[in-house]
């Protein structure tokens, strides 16, 4: 049983990114538009306590991630390093939204995504929290959209989702994969500013 649970971690924070291999020289390393994922609709709560559309981001490029308060390893990590992304794309003047999704909708109310993105300094003019949905309503929505499962420990002690953050354009389309736990974003910081600007 260990076994399996390591498996099936090793795959999510790989994030798939066997599907991906393009080719082609003039490609980013980052680029995923080849492989036809686009964003599926889905009706949440920000960390308001306002209900939101997805399509409401139609129009925007924005970066997206799936984290929960209570995670106990990988999030530390991935919040704070998305927070730096969003505070450079504000210093350099990139157009781009941040989208959150809660893959523990019980227990991440809007009240605890506000504290916790108070907690990171973001700023909620740009970034915004979604919570709200049913436990399978964010499962489906991560497979359908992103192709990554969420998995939750029988334990309870663990929920397993992918570690990336996925850039979808203004058709809805996720053209980018990022490395959620790269703390040197030179690199992301250069493609994300390629990417919004020409695509």
């Given at each position: 049983?260990?076994?399996?649970v390591l498996s099936c971690m090793v795959l999510?924070?790989?994030?798939?990114?066997?599907?991906?291999?393009?080719?082609?020289?003039?490609?980013?390393?980052?680029?995923?538009?080849?492989?036809?994922?686009?964003?599926?609709?889905?009706?949440?709560?920000?960390?308001?306590?306002?209900?939101?559309?997805?399509?409401?981001?139609?129009?925007?490029?924005?970066?997206?991630?799936?984290?929960?308060?209570?995670?106990?390893?990988?999030?530390?990590?991935?919040?704070?390093?998305?927070?730096?992304?969003?505070?450079t794309a504000i210093e350099e003047g990139i157009?781009?939204?941040?989208?959150?999704?809660?893959?523990?909708?019980?227990?991440?109310?809007?009240?605890?995504?506000?504290?916790?993105?108070?907690?990171?300094?973001?700023?909620?003019?740009?970034?915004?929290?979604?919570?709200?949905?049913?436990?399978?309503e964010i499962e489906t929505f991560s497979v359908?959209?992103?192709?990554?499962?969420?998995?939750?420990?029988?334990?309870?002690?663990?929920?397993?989702?992918?570690?990336?953050?996925?850039?979808?354009?203004?058709?809805?389309?996720?053209?980018?994969?990022?490395?959620?736990?790269?703390?040197?974003?030179?690199?992301?910081?250069?493609?994300?500013?390629?990417?919004?600007?020409?695509?």
């Amino acid at each position: 049983m260990k076994y399996m649970v390591l498996s099936c971690m090793v795959l999510l924070l790989t994030g798939c990114s066997w599907m991906y291999a393009l080719g082609g020289d003039e490609k980013s390393d980052f680029d995923i538009s080849e492989a036809g994922m686009q964003i599926t609709s889905l009706e949440f709560l920000n960390q308001e306590g306002e209900t939101q559309q997805i399509d409401e981001f139609t129009g925007d490029y924005w970066l997206a991630n799936m984290i929960f308060t209570h995670c106990p390893e990988i999030c530390p990590i991935m919040s704070p390093n998305m927070q730096n992304l969003q505070a450079t794309a504000i210093e350099e003047g990139i157009p781009l939204q941040i989208v959150s999704f809660s893959v523990d909708p019980e227990r991440d109310t809007p009240e605890i995504l506000k504290q916790y993105g108070s907690n990171l300094g973001v700023d909620y003019e740009s970034w915004t929290f979604a919570t709200g949905y049913e436990q399978d309503e964010i499962e489906t929505f991560s497979v359908e959209s992103f192709k990554s499962p969420v998995q939750k420990l029988e334990d309870g002690s663990d929920i397993l989702h992918n570690t990336s953050f996925f850039l979808v354009d203004p058709e809805g389309l996720i053209i980018r994969k990022y490395d959620g736990l790269e703390v040197d974003q030179e690199e992301i910081v250069k493609d994300l500013k390629e990417a919004v600007e020409t695509e």
